[in-house]
Structure formats: structure tokens, C-alpha cells
């Protein structure tokens, strides 16, 4: 008893220095263990996550490709704590195909009966699952999560929003029109190559008109930036808007997104006064324009704009003519060969390379 | 005895994992053997190993080396001279694929796709 009392508490632990010491190299090895244990439960969990998973992609991948080409009549139960990985896998599918394919995904995930589960989901706190959830409801067209995506259209988070955005543009474009293009307008944190994926997901005849309108009545800063998400469309009104604008706007950054995005022929006679605008930018997409939608008769024009005082201009210029509708190798080659500038030569050298010509 | 013809050897360029899989089980479906690779390191190792390529389909956007290096490469080889090549080109870069079809592509697909429209493509190409 003496000993063991004695080993519990020696005697030199008396010694307050001694005490202290052996105290801290208790405590020391206690929290090693504590780390060595939490070190090793991560390492567990994770070991179990990859088992699960693996076993999960095997179950559920064929499962959903057999679903996009035909119907998949008995789809396995989806356990509970799979929920999540479905829906990335299922949200990284229907990203990648459209029309029928898109179609047997959404088949699945209804036949799963998981629309209550995606509608909690929608108001988890971690960014993930509520992002997964988002793009769920909407590609899902579940018309109790409209009310939760609106409020999350306004979301501060540019991801969240703008997810939530696409959701609703999917889940119902007419009525969702006049929420999302007043936010398309007064986000600037959401990303431009986004919103134009968007964009184009939808059907252009309500978005885009809503837009071009809403573009109309902004101040210039604004149209600059909003007028190249007009870019592909065949959108009636947008391409009116565009035309109204080059004929009207003395702003150079807005006359140079409408260059940037010009693809109707019928714009070539406001074009080419942009050829000579003061603003080299302008001037640069002026050439680039014609280089799209121009003809040989805009040859002189640009040919001109080769001896630019502006390095950007001379460079587009030689890529917009190799470019050029109609005009032919040897017509280049021809031009490169009696150009007076040597940096002429070198640049449309380099232009045609691109372009695989001699 | 009459001889087994073997299937067509395909070469799948694709980095996105769960795409390179589901064009895979579409180019399998549809009897092809599919070989693949991740990247454009790979995919040529695969194009200097496989002379049996029927059909080459390959992404636009891929590390080390990208879609139009290869397709240019591919195409400087006598070998490959005929053998169709379809680009994969995300929905944003429309303007990649007349690059592509510059450079020697025989057809593209814009991402999203519809599968079964590729597999027709896909068919018409190895009919020509």
C-alpha cells in the first residue's frame, strides 16, 4: 500500500520545480495520444469514405448511364447517407448531356422518390450539399423549392445566387425572367463565362428579350458589360438593341462590346466609321468585327489599319484579315510579300501559321 | 473456317473522368473497343502504340497538351491521315470548333451533348 501510494504520489513530486514538470510531460503525452487516436480515425473514416464510395460509383454508374439512352425500370434503393454522392454524380451527368439523355436522368431521380430529402437539403449550411440541392430542385422542376430559391437568388454568395438563378430558369423561364435578369444586371460579382452558360441554357426568346430590354435602360457602365452576354443570340431584340446602340452610344466601352459581339452583316456600315475612332480598343474590335462578318470589300479598310499606331490594332488587324469571308491564301500571300513594313510581314506571317497556311 | 473480323479500336482523349466513362459505355454499347486517355501525354503514348486506331475522339481542353497540338500532330502522321477525329469543345467555345475543323477534325460535339446523337455521328464517320 505504502509503495503504491508512494508511486501515485512520489515524493520528490513535493519539489514544486519537479511537480511542474512532471505535470507538463503528463499533459504532453496526453495530447500526442489524442492526436495519434484522432490521426487514426481520420485515416479509418477516410479508408471507409473510399470503400463506400467505390462501392457506391459501382452500383450507380452504370446505373445512370444505362438511365440516359433507355428507361431504368428498377433502379436500386439509394441509402440515406448516399444522397450526396448521388447527387454529384447525377449533377456532374446532367451537366455533361442534354435532350433525352437529361430526360432519363431526372426519370431516376424522381422514380427515387428523394424530392422531400432535396428540398431539406436546400437549407443546409454547408455550400456543398446546399449547391448540389440548388441544382437539383431546379433541374428536378420541383415547384415547392421556388420560394427557398428565390430568397437564394439574393443570396451574398455569387455561387449560391447565381445557382440558384439557373435553377430557377430551369424550373420555370417565363415567370422566372423578371427575378433573374434585374440580378444578372445589378450582380457584378457573378462571373461573365457563367452566367453566359446560363444563358444559353434557357430559351432565348424570354431571356434574352428581358435582357436587351433591361440593357436599354442601364447606365453605360453597365450596358458595356451586359452587351456581351448578347453574344450567339439570334434574339430579334437583342440584335436590335445591338444596332441601336452603335448607331446611338458615343460610349467607347460600350461601342466596343457591341463590336465584340456584332454578327449581322447589316452592321458593316456602322463599322467601319469605327475603323478611325480615337479609342485604340474600339478600333481593334472594329477590325475584329469585320474580320467575322466583313467581305472583300472591307480589304482596303483593314489592309489601312496594319500601320496603326497601336500594336493591339496592327496584330488583330493581321488575324481579322487572314479571318476574312472570301478572301483567299493567295491574296495574303501577296500582300505579305510587297508589305513595306517588315513588321507587317511577321505579322501576318504569324497570323496564317495559326490558321495552318504557308 | 471463316475469320472473326475484330471491332474497332476507338481512342478516347478525355480528362473529365465521369465523361470519359459515359462515352466509354456509348462507344461500347455501339461495339467499339475503347482505349483511353487522360491527358495529351497519354494520348499520344496511345497513338504510338496503337496503329489499329479506327476513331479518335478527343477533348479540346486537356493538361500537358491540349486538343489542337494533338490534333495537328495526329494529323502530320501518314497514318493517321483518314482516321476520323471528333473534338469535344465546351458550350462557351463555340469558336474553338472552327479551329478544330481548320486543323483536320472531321466533325465536334458541343458539351452538353445528346448521346445518342454522337453515337450517329460517330457511326456515320466510321461508315465513311
Known amino acids: ?358 | 473456317m471463316e475469320e472473326k473480323q475484330s471491332p474497332p479500336v476507338a481512342l478516347v482523349v478525355e480528362d473529365d473522368e465521369i465523361v470519359a466513362e459515359l462515352l466509354t459505355f456509348m462507344l461500347e454499347r455501339e461495339g467499339l473497343t475503347v482505349v483511353r486517355a487522360a491527358d495529351g501525354r497519354q494520348a499520344m503514348d496511345a497513338i504510338d502504340s496503337r496503329l489499329d486506331l479506327s476513331f479518335i475522339m478527343m477533348d479540346v481542353r486537356l493538361p500537358y497538351r491540349d486538343g489542337f497540338e494533338l490534333l495537328r500532330e495526329i494529323r502530320r502522321r501518314p497514318e493517321f491521315e483518314k482516321v476520323p477525329i471528333m473534338m469535344l469543345t465546351a458550350q462557351v467555345r463555340e469558336d474553338e470548333v472552327s479551329r478544330a475543323l481548320e486543323l483536320g477534325a472531321n466533325d465536334y460535339l458541343i458539351k452538353p451533348f445528346k448521346p445518342m446523337e454522337m453515337i450517329a455521328r460517330v457511326k456515320r464517320l466510321l461508315k465513311k
Open chain 1, 1 to 358: 500500500m505504502n509503495l503504491l501510494l508512494e508511486w501515485v504520489s512520489p515524493v520528490w513530486l513535493t519539489d514544486p520545480i519537479l511537480s511542474l514538470a512532471f505535470r507538463v510531460g503528463v499533459a504532453a503525452t496526453f495530447l500526442a495520444v489524442m492526436t495519434l487516436v484522432f490521426i487514426v480515425a481520420l485515416r479509418v473514416d477516410m479508408v471507409f469514405g473510399e470503400r463506400r464510395d467505390s462501392r457506391f460509383q459501382k452500383i450507380w454508374r452504370p446505373v445512370l448511364m444505362q438511365a440516359m439512352v433507355s428507361r431504368v425500370t428498377n433502379p436500386p434503393r439509394l441509402a440515406r447517407r448516399d444522397l450526396y454522392r448521388f447527387l454529384k454524380m447525377w449533377g456532374h451527368f446532367h451537366l455533361s448531356v442534354k435532350g433525352e439523355a437529361a430526360q432519363g436522368l431526372d426519370q431516376v431521380i424522381h422514380d427515387l422518390g428523394v424530392s422531400k430529402r432535396i428540398l431539406r437539403l436546400l437549407h443546409r449550411r454547408k455550400l456543398s450539399v446546399q449547391l448540389l440541392a440548388i441544382m437539383a430542385a431546379g433541374y428536378m422542376k420541383l415547384s415547392q423549392a421556388r420560394k427557398p430559391l428565390l430568397r437564394q437568388l439574393r443570396s451574398l454568395h455569387p455561387l449560391v445566387s447565381l445557382t440558384a438563378a439557373r435553377a430557377l430558369l430551369h424550373l420555370d423561364p417565363e415567370t422566372s425572367v423578371s427575378h433573374v435578369v434585374p440580378e444578372i444586371v445589378r450582380r457584378l460579382d457573378w462571373p461573365l463565362a457563367l452566367v453566359a452558360t446560363v444563358l444559353k441554357e434557357v430559351p432565348a426568346v424570354p431571356i434574352m428579350g428581358a435582357l436587351a430590354g433591361a440593357i436599354r435602360s442601364a447606365p453605360p457602365d453597365s450596358q458595356a458589360r451586359l452587351v456581351r452576354y448578347l453574344a450567339d443570340t439570334q434574339e430579334p431584340a437583342a440584335l436590335r438593341l445591338v444596332e441601336d446602340l452603335m448607331k446611338s452610344s458615343s460610349d467607347a466601352e460600350v461601342l466596343s462590346a457591341c463590336l465584340f459581339v456584332a454578327q449581322s452583316p447589316r452592321l458593316f456600315p456602322l463599322i467601319v466609321p469605327l475603323l478611325r475612332h480615337p479609342q485604340w480598343f474600339v478600333r481593334m474590335n472594329a477590325a475584329r468585327a469585320l474580320g467575322r462578318i466583313g467581305d472583300a470589300t472591307a480589304w482596303p479598310l483593314m489592309v489601312s489599319l496594319l500601320k496603326d499606331s497601336e500594336w493591339w490594332v496592327r496584330y488583330r488587324t493581321a488575324e481579322a484579315l487572314v479571318r476574312l469571308p472570301g478572301v483567299v491564301e493567295g491574296r495574303l500571300l501577296r500582300l505579305r510579300e510587297y508589305a513595306d513594313v517588315p513588321e507587317i510581314k511577321s505579322l501576318l506571317m504569324q497570323a496564317m501559321v495559326e490558321k495552318d497556311m504557308k
